[in-house]
């Protein structure tokens, strides 16, 4: 077994006092059955519907991945030794510590401890969930968000859902988080860049959201999966952990490294009593990441430059083409601002919802792309008329020529919508 981590208690979550209830127009999701016991996970079950019967997978978010002997041709002599030498034991619960130096210099200021490693993504944020939260704590989700993370906290405590707003550019109203904040409220979770949005938030926003938490003493966590998929990094902000004291960065080598099966992300943040919790809560779930995967990670994590080169080179030549195809069909598709390299969403012009037409793409063109509807909730009203269609695959042209003859034929301006 792995080492067991440690049981530190966090001294305090500053509670804070005073403060009003919810307006009674935002939903709050009361704590009970988590979701997933009476809901579908949309998104898993659109997938197992289709991805058997399509022959061109736009669906993915996912950089292009690689081979494990490409991969293995980029390892430094330290790590090709690693490699080579490797036992499979049980790894260290936090991760190696190599690997936790790699990944805390991507923080300003946080050192190997203050990252703990994960399977992923998803477990990180699980994770932060069970340390924070109680069931008779209150969070804040901002929306669209990926679903299971959603359901890692409303299947804990009650929470009351933000959502991005539509005509905004898909900024944050700080406005009406800030009217949602409770007495018992101790998490805000978001995530940006966001997923299916694309949207990253703005300086401004930023910095009062997180002059906000820090008033309360509440943790800000945010999925910060699609950074390295930004249209322009030069405008992001740096992690939330590098720029708060209760800041909690998620992150994966699932998507702009194209590496999503190591099941390899990490939580960083400054708070190392948080962390401990997050050990905590991870010993019930995979202990400890895979021994092959933390050093494929490591090698992953040293060549980032050229392999996320690579991939930003590949989804930019699929954004361009896809861009293209659909002006073609501008009687079917509005084109928007591209914002994130991992997808590109259009609006459909279509009467009916984004689900439809990505369901006769699905059955009749052989084509899986994402509709919106796969991001609903209860807790806010999402857009609908969007599609998420991936950028990472190689194979664009051929899955493009399918869609191109599936809307020639099949799909009439007469559908559109009357605007
Ligand atoms: C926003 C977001 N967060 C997290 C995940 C899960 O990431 P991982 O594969 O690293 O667990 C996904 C996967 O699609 C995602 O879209």
Redo the contacts with the bound molecule.
């Keep these: 077994m792995p080492a067991a981590p440690p049981t530190t208690t966090p001294a305090s979550h500053n509670r804070p006092t005073g403060l009003a209830r919810p307006p009674a127009d935002q939903p709050v999701h009361r704590k009970g059955r988590p979701p997933g016991a009476t809901e579908a996970f949309a998104?898993g079950s659109f997938l197992a519907r289709w991805s058997s019967v399509t022959v061109h997978d736009l669906s993915a978010?996912?950089s292009a991945t690689m081979t494990l002997p490409t991969l293995l041709a980029m390892a430094q002599p330290d790590d090709a030794a690693r490699w080579a030498a490797l036992g499979l034991d049980y790894s260290h619960p936090r991760g190696a510590s190599w690997l936790r130096a790699e990944i805390a210099t991507r923080y300003r200021a946080l050192d190997p401890d203050n990252i703990v490693c994960c399977?992923?993504?998803?477990?990180?944020?699980t994770c932060v969930a069970g340390a924070i939260l109680d069931p008779g704590d209150h969070a804040i989700v901002v929306l669209p968000?990926?679903q299971?993370?959603e359901w890692a906290v409303t299947s804990v405590c009650a929470a009351t859902g933000i959502a991005l707003r539509h005509r905004g550019r898909w900024r944050l109203d700080i406005d009406r988080l800030a009217a949602a904040i409770r007495r018992e409220t101790r998490l805000v979770l978001i995530?940006f860049p966001?997923?299916p949005t694309g949207a990253q938030i703005d300086p401004d926003s930023l910095a009062a959201l997180i002059a906000l938490c820090r008033h309360y003493g509440l943790w800000l966590a945010n999925?910060e999966?699609?950074r390295m998929t930004t249209l322009d990094p030069t405008l992001d902000p740096l992690p939330i952990a590098a720029l708060y004291e209760r800041g909690i960065s998620?992150n994966?080598?699932?998507?702009g490294h194209g590496l999503?099966g190591l099941?390899?992300?990490w939580i960083a943040c400054q708070d190392r009593v948080l962390l401990a919790k997050v050990l905590l809560a991870k010993s019930g779930l995979s202990s400890c990441v895979a021994a092959p995967n933390e050093v494929l990670a490591h090698i992953a994590l040293r060549a980032e430059a050229p392999i996320v080169a690579r991939n930003r080179g590949i989804a930019q030549a699929n954004l361009d083409l896809l861009q293209a195809c659909l002006t073609r069909h501008s009687q079917i598709f509005e084109l928007t601002q591209p914002n994130n390299l991992a997808f590109y969403a259009p609006r459909t012009r279509l009467a009916a919802d984004a689900a439809d037409l990505a369901t006769r793409l699905a059955g009749a063109a052989g084509v899986l792309v994402l509709p919106w509807t796969l991001w609903r909730s209860p807790l806010a009203e999402l857009a609908t008329d969007r599609l998420r269609i991936g950028l990472g695959t190689p194979a664009m042209a051929p899955a493009l020529a399918a869609l191109d003859d599936y809307l020639v034929r099949h799909v009439t301006p007469a559908e559109a919508h009357p605007w």
């Design positions: 998104l978010s996912e399977a992923g993504a998803q477990e990180a944020i968000i990926y299971p993370s995530n966001n997923s999925d999966v699609y998620v994966s080598l699932s998507k999503a099941r390899t992300g």
